[in-house]
């Protein structure tokens, strides 16, 4: 049976061009990164150090707790190398597995060839052991096992979170074309607002900006709104050390009234499909909803914040003509309105972003799915304010 308290190898993953925030996360937790690559931090860390990470950090996707790395030349090798392991010391022979993989080797046309070789190795040890085996399947609903393999280098770990850690558990409306909750918390990150002063979020649809800001500046942490983990599955797991992290998450929510953060939108339907969203976070209290155009939107007077808009940008929504349009009207209204504040425009179009008429002082990259986006950032100068 695995020691809960063991440190072994902690591979954290997100999004590529996210590791930064998620990087700053991990340090704010009080573990030290070993190594950053593109998509992940490396760290040492204990299981019970994967319960707190998977339930803490906004901008991550996976915790991959590491088993054992091993040289693999080709595919035929996985089943020998895979069966040597001692499985039973993570998964209860009634228990019930997945497996996962992600490969680069030129012995490999798919990586399900490499999942049912793991499967197959992990069910056959349990049969010679036990005379029966674990049942498994395709879904996360219980242990999951993942396979790195780049060329002769293979990584078999247990995939701590099972599901996605992007998706916060809390957005039952998505509304039309949503942004993730992961992408949203790492382009709040990027503004580095300070959760202090007000943020302003017209076009707000389906409000993942703003309830993504009031959980911050709450310290509400994504943990409060799930209840299924991988390693809930894992043999030996402590159920009530993991109680005693929910109940930790609760007591470091810190309500902070003063804290002004605004939702906007034309339509009625998503500023309902928000409102719900941030009632099942536990956050409406905190966010003035708003339905008017984006132009309408109250920009209180002091202190100055953050305002942020999400806008549609023509890969899969709206019109190009009427962007257009929307995109020059958001350069004057910030100018005009929103003067000290620090603006910025999310789009993955960087044609139309130029109809917004302001000069961008930074341009923040991230990936939306496949779309190849920047976070444009304004500095909206004190003056006169119409």
């Not at 931090?41 to 790395?69: G, Q, Y």
């Not at 780049?150 to 998706?167: D, P, W």
Request: aromatic share 12%.
């Amino acid at each position: 049976m695995l020691d809960l308290n063991e440190r072994r190898k902690v591979f954290v993953t997100c999004k590529d061009r996210s590791v930064a925030y998620l990087e700053k996360e991990i340090r704010e937790l009080g573990f030290v990164p070993e190594a950053v690559s593109r998509t992940g931090v490396e760290l040492k860390a204990s299981m019970e150090d994967c319960m707190d990470l998977n339930l803490h950090l906004r901008t991550a996707s996976h915790v991959l707790f590491e088993i054992r790395s091993f040289y693999l030349r080709n595919a035929d090798d996985i089943y020998r190398r895979v069966k040597s392991i001692p499985w039973e010391d993570y998964l209860d022979v009634d228990g019930y597995f997945s497996v996962n993989s992600v490969v680069e080797n030129e012995s490999v046309t798919t990586p399900l060839i490499v999942n049912v070789k793991v499967k197959d190795a992990i069910v056959d040890r349990f049969r010679e052991l036990y005379g029966r085996r674990p049942d498994s399947g395709s879904d996360f609903n219980g242990l999951v096992f993942q396979m790195y393999w780049k060329e002769t280098q293979a990584t078999l770990y247990i995939n701590t979170s099972g599901e996605t850690l992007a998706k916060h558990g809390y957005r039952k409306i998505p509304g039309k074309a949503p942004m993730m909750e992961d992408l949203a918390a790492a382009t709040i990150y990027a503004t580095e607002w300070n959760t202090r002063v007000p943020f302003v979020n017209p076009m707000c649809g389906s409000g993942t900006l703003a309830i993504e800001a009031a959980l911050m500046a709450t310290k509400r942490f994504p943990g409060l709104y799930r209840d299924h983990y991988s390693f809930q599955s894992l043999k030996g797991y402590d159920e009530q050390a993991y109680l005693a992290k929910k109940s930790k998450l609760e007591r470091k929510i810190t309500e902070v009234p003063e804290v002004k953060i605004i939702a906007s939108d034309i339509s009625l339907q998503a500023i309902s499909f928000a409102k719900e969203n941030a009632v099942y976070a536990g956050v409406d209290h905190m966010i003035d909803f708003q339905v008017c155009d984006f132009a309408e939107t109250e920009i209180p007077e002091r202190p100055r914040g953050v305002i942020m808009f999400n806008p549609e940008y023509g890969e899969r929504l709206g019109d190009i003509s009427e962007l257009e349009a929307t995109y020059k009207r958001m350069g004057d209204f910030m100018k005009q309105k929103c003067a000290g504040y620090r603006g910025y425009i999310f789009t993955g179009n960087m044609e139309l972003a130029k109809k917004v008429g302001l000069k961008a002082s930074r341009r923040i990259e991230f990936w939306n799915g496949t779309i190849d986006c920047r976070l444009l950032k304004y500095d909206l100068y004190e003056g006169k304010r119409d």
